[in-house]
């Protein structure tokens, strides 16, 4: 079992960059799963960007380039770094974890692209 909890989120203005966080109860050395998704008001969840233990990464096509996840399994953590944020990046974003056949998502954070 793994709790997480997310961080980071806010008001940016377009064009803008923000850094989410997600912080795990136990050790994430050997969580081979973990990513983002994110889910915008009336659209369903959708994937952002996953990080395997040993650092292998992939991204949803439309993030590329301007979406950066990062791990820190030293300190349990997990990161996005969002550059060049648009509005339609609105949405709450979730990191996940799947140890094994179970998923565990932290409870959101909140992030608003608006001028």
């Known amino acids: 079992q793994v709790q997480l909890v997310e961080s980071g989120g806010g008001l940016v203005q377009p064009g803008g960059s923000l850094r989410l966080s997600c912080a795990a109860s136990r050790s994430i050395y050997s969580i081979n799963n973990m990513g983002w998704y994110r889910q915008a008001p009336g659209k369903q969840r959708e994937l952002v960007a996953i990080m395997s233990a040993a650092g292998n990464t992939n991204y949803a096509d439309s993030l590329k380039g301007r979406f950066a996840i990062s791990r820190d399994n030293a300190k349990n953590m997990m990161y996005l770094q969002m550059n060049s944020l648009k509005p339609e990046d609105t949405a709450v974003y979730y990191c996940?974890?799947?140890?094994?056949?179970?998923?565990?998502w932290g409870q959101g954070t909140q992030v608003t692209v608006s001028s």
């Open positions: 996940y974890a799947r140890p094994s056949v179970q998923v565990y």
